[in-house]
């Protein structure tokens, strides 16, 4: 069965400073991994994904992800954040995507607090 | 495109009492997900649909709870006698099959009391 861990569970960084959170994954083949952002009370919404090809992927709000296979990480980096990135961002991994079940099984999450 | 949208968005119940939530996805999408995230923890995967067949349920989808998509568009789940342990968010995520990209609607927070 595949996991996900997030060993850091709250990360307090300064507005402008660059962020990077960490994520490992355990599965058996290859893994379909996402990044999702939750701000307090709402639903989650996709940053970005990564299913082959570069190992480096873009997503949404200047966000950027790193798939190391030697490693099991995905882990999500930004250059400078805003105050606006304070929220609950989680790492998910999908079993396979295009048939049988895409289930997302997620970490726990890392709460990300900016500080002015 | 309106995106994933749930209702209600908050529920107070009593414990015993049933509840119903309804989830309404995105159009076209032919894949609906039921989550549960507790406080401080990230989304458990409860059941799925693809069309109006329910294909896999988790083992933590007891007895007392059932979802339905009839008609393969929106769909319910039911808490029957509530417990105090189903207190949590329930989130709803469509999709279309092969793509891969799950969109969450905004989740509705059950509290039982």
């Known amino acids: 069965a595949q996991s996900v861990t997030q060993p850091d569970i709250h990360i307090t960084v300064s507005e402008g400073a660059s962020l990077e959170l960490r994520c490992n994954y355990s599965y058996g083949a290859t893994p379909y991994l996402f990044w999702y952002v939750q701000s307090p009370g709402q639903g989650l919404q996709l940053l970005l994904k990564y299913f082959s090809g570069d190992t480096l992927v873009q997503g949404i709000k200047g966000f950027e992800a790193e798939f190391k296979r030697s490693q099991s990480s995905f882990n999500l980096r930004k250059p400078s954040v805003h105050w606006s990135d304070a929220a609950e961002y989680f790492c998910?991994?999908?079993?396979?995507?295009?048939?049988?079940?895409?289930?997302?099984?997620f970490g726990t999450g890392t709460r990300l607090t900016i500080i002015p | 495109d309106t995106g994933v949208s749930q209702n209600p968005r908050h529920k107070i119940t009593k414990r015993g009492q049933n509840v119903t939530f309804r989830c309404d996805p995105i159009s076209e999408h032919n894949r609906l997900y039921w989550y549960r995230q507790t406080l401080g923890q990230g989304p458990e995967f409860l059941t799925y649909f693809q069309n109006e067949a329910q294909l896999e349920k988790s083992r933590l989808l007891s007895d007392r709870f059932s979802a339905e998509r009839p008609k393969g568009s929106f769909s319910t789940l039911e808490i029957q006698r509530t417990e105090q342990g189903d207190s949590a968010m329930y989130l709803c995520?469509?999709?279309?099959?092969?793509?891969?990209?799950?969109?969450f609607g905004p989740g509705t927070r059950l509290l039982v009391l």
């Open positions: 998910a991994v999908a079993p396979g995507v295009g048939f049988g079940n895409e289930k997302l099984t």
């Open positions: 995520a469509s999709s279309f099959l092969g793509e891969g990209t799950q969109y």
